[in-house]
């Protein structure tokens, strides 16, 4: 009866052992998983910058001093992020929008139409220069002489 006991105290405790082995290796898992995603997490901010453009600059506005525009492109997504802020104006409150891009070669340039999605359905068109600038296009995407001494200027995103 004594060696019956001996040999059930000897099996629970070998698998109350055994339980908070694997336990433990779990945890380690656990914290090996969790490593692993702060690493990703942490090397994935750098990454997305080379596949992000921000361009800034001020066009020209009939009634106030100028639009300070923002435009932030996600080139995976081909989507965008566009703001103006009225400057010079009672209200300079900053309007953002979103919406999508497209780019395209048409009379021999490299341009960008802009899709915003704010309910207006407004379009953008630019055209790239070599110099990494975007300038403005009137709405139908043609050349505007207006506007060629305006332009949005790519800016390093650190």
């Not at 566009?82 to 009672?90: A, L, R, V």
Request: negative net charge; aromatic residues 8%; hydrophobic residues 35%.
């Amino acid at each position: 009866m004594k060696s019956l006991f001996k040999l059930m105290l000897f099996v629970s405790a070998f698998v109350l052992i055994s339980c908070g082995q694997a336990k433990t290796d779990e945890s380690n898992l656990t914290g090996q998983q969790e490593t692993q995603q702060l690493a990703e997490q942490t090397a994935t901010p750098s990454a997305p910058k080379k596949n992000v453009s921000l361009y800034i600059g001020t066009l020209p506005c009939a009634d106030c001093q100028g639009i300070r525009v923002e435009l932030l492109l996600y080139n995976d997504s081909k989507k965008v992020r566009y703001s103006e802020q009225y400057m010079g104006s009672s209200d300079e409150q900053i309007i953002n929008y979103e919406g999508v891009f497209s780019e395209f070669t048409e009379d021999n340039m490299n341009k960008l139409k802009i899709e915003l999605t704010d309910g207006n359905d407004k379009v953008r068109f630019f055209a790239k220069t070599k110099n990494n600038e975007l300038i403005p296009l009137d709405k139908y995407g043609n050349t505007d002489n207006k506007l060629l001494n305006f332009s949005l200027k790519q800016e390093v995103i650190e």
